[in-house]
């Protein structure tokens, strides 16, 4: 997904920003005619979030101070809040200067072609609609619900592997459910599947 | 109101060991509201019957003389097989909401949309480390992705749900397997070519999140080690995408600095000056709890997002960690990560 840590520092001063620039810009796309009212609804509803994190954090900045922090916290004679604020343009300034100063030719990575068409083992599908298999079941054992937690128990409907040796397979935590009905199972036909492409499988 | 983008989608799940959630997943695409044409399972040699479970639903499974080695590996595996105008990914362990795959697709009406993604909601809230994601996701996803998506440059198409246009995924080479996060290297890769990506939060998928330290250990770690891989791989193309550019270098600079202050400055002033300054641990709750409130009341899960803004705090710190320790390994030893290891 992703990395960093959200909340803390630059990343959400930044944001704070970009969404309070948001109905500036929404503003000059309006006056081009690239605007709509759906766009406009999403700007007010970030600006709104956006004052709202601003004025708790300002709220905080207040409060704190006067409630357990000793009130000289300065850096320099200078605000620590304003520090950071100073801070965050400069810092913004420097990338972006970066940014301009490095050479604009972009080096795009190496497409690389297409993956050559690997063998592979394909086990054909079954032909029962999906509605039909709510549940999943390994020839004459069943998943335990805790490990399928969506699946209903009471209409396993699933997969018959009789026949197909499961050696070497790690059913932990599979049990056998000696007690179940007969079921009406659907069949993986392993009849045109090459041998030896399977032995790590079953 | 339903929107009919034209064309056919092929569903991609990449499976290793997943015999737990893999019939949720495939059963989530069939009871889509509009199901993909076909459903793709890649049994990257898993040993737990994963690849009969998936077969046994319907889905087509393949499965690669060898394991791939990464999630990328898998899906470019079964990107050779795709005939279709549309490519979906979506992990082995989540499940989508049924109109996932109906509400993303308007986003490639706009021709120069070559990715898009979605809402991410952890699908089990109940440990400290699930909560914490929660937090994280209804936080960032609610506010930040929000707002990169309307200066258009969403910083990744996220990899457990996203849909791509085939031509342009080709023309990207598939997915990267030079980094630990094949959907950064990717989306950053679409925007070098000139291509957007969007972001839909009214398409929800709910993946399985990493439930103790370990699993969340190695995920983070990945995440961490392929910020700063992307970042190098990338900045050349990043410098000439400004708002890019920017949302990367802040976050950059929170992954550093703001690691530092959690696990050095913070500590250290606590001990030397006051104790007050450990309030900085949980200086910014009032701007955290905002959006995280608000998307979660919107959500119909107030009571939920409120009890688990504590463990959003206790996982940061340990983001930091390992933010600071990829850090060091990736840019300043030159060891980088290459073992893709799972963690969910």
Redesign the interface.
Known sequence: ???????????????LV??VL?PLRELVLTLQGRSSWARWR??CR?LL?AL??GG??V??FWF?PRA???PDLTIGGVSSLAVTVVLFVA??VV??L??VL?P???????????????????????Q????Q????Q?AGTQ?LPT?????RAADPV??D?TG?D?T???????RRDVDGPALPL?T?DLTDVPAD?LE??? | MRHDIGGTVTAIVPAYNEAEHIADTVRSLQEQVRPPDQIIVVDDHSDDGTGPIAAGLGATVLRPLSNTGSKAGAQNFALDHVTTDYVMVLDADTTLAADAIEKTMPAFEDERVAAACGFVVPRQVRSIWERGRYVEYLFALGFHKQVQDYYGRPLISSGCFSVYRTGPLRQAGGWGQRTMAEDMDLTWTLYELGYRVRFVPEAVSYPVEPNDLSLMRKQLKRWSHAFFQNARVHWRGLVTMPYLFSAVAVGLSDAILASVVLLALLPVLAVLVSPLFLLGYVIDLPVVAVPVLVVGARRGELVRAATSIPAFFVLRVVNACLLLKALVLEVFLRRPLTVYEKGH
């Open positions: 997904m992703g990395a960093g840590i959200p909340g803390t520092g630059m990343a959400t001063l930044f944001y970009c969404a948001m999403l700007v970030h979030l709202a994190m708790s954090a709220a905080t704190l357990v922090l000793p810092y913004l990338a972006n970066v940014a490095v604009r030719s972009v080096q795009l990575p190496t497409p690389k072609l297409p993956t050559p068409k690997l063998p592979a083992t394909q086990l054909p599908a079954t029962l609609p999906a509605t298999l709510p549940a999943t390994l998943l490990q399928l937690p969506t699946a699933g997969v592997l197909v499961l070497g397979v790690d059913l932990t935590g599979v659907a993986i492409s790590s499988a079953v």
